[in-house]
């Protein structure tokens, strides 16, 4: 028989609900009619949820503006902020269960909306999930993304990332 390696241990998938009989999961995932899972080892007993967060940018005098909007696991808005990142300044929106940060770090391309954005959500345990907004995951694209408004000068995208409930 091999000899099994354990080293990945804390980063194991598992079910902790069953509740669709189907199996299937929908996207956005819907926490109250999907099954639950979680990560096993530090994390275990703790599910995973689809959080969002909603970024607004509009060109300004010197700089790109910010609005970004923070959502939970169940839809619910759990922190707004403004802001313009700078050098060594991202914006950091607080508000998720256990912690969980979201940071989007500085731009150098001041009045471009046309650049990704970059974003980093802290998870429990170190790990950190970081993504732009035209990452592409296996299910799918992370970020759903907005045409210019050119009357405006601004750009709207909704991305969703893996949260920690609790």
Known sequence: MPNPVCTNDGFQFEMTKFIASSGNISSPYIY?????YALNGDNNGVDIGQCSVHLHRTIGQNALLYEAEVIDYRGKTVKQASGTPGAGSPMVIQGLPGGQDVTIPETDD????????NYKVAARAGANVVWTSEFQGVGGA?????????????????????????
């Open 32 to 36: 109250d009619t999907d099954n639950h």
């Open 110 to 117: 001041d009045n471009d909306l046309t650049h990704d954005t």
């Open 142 to 166: 992370y970020c759903v993304t907005e045409e210019i408004d050119e009357g405006n000068h601004s750009k709207d995208e909704t991305c969703f990332f893996p949260c920690f409930i609790g």
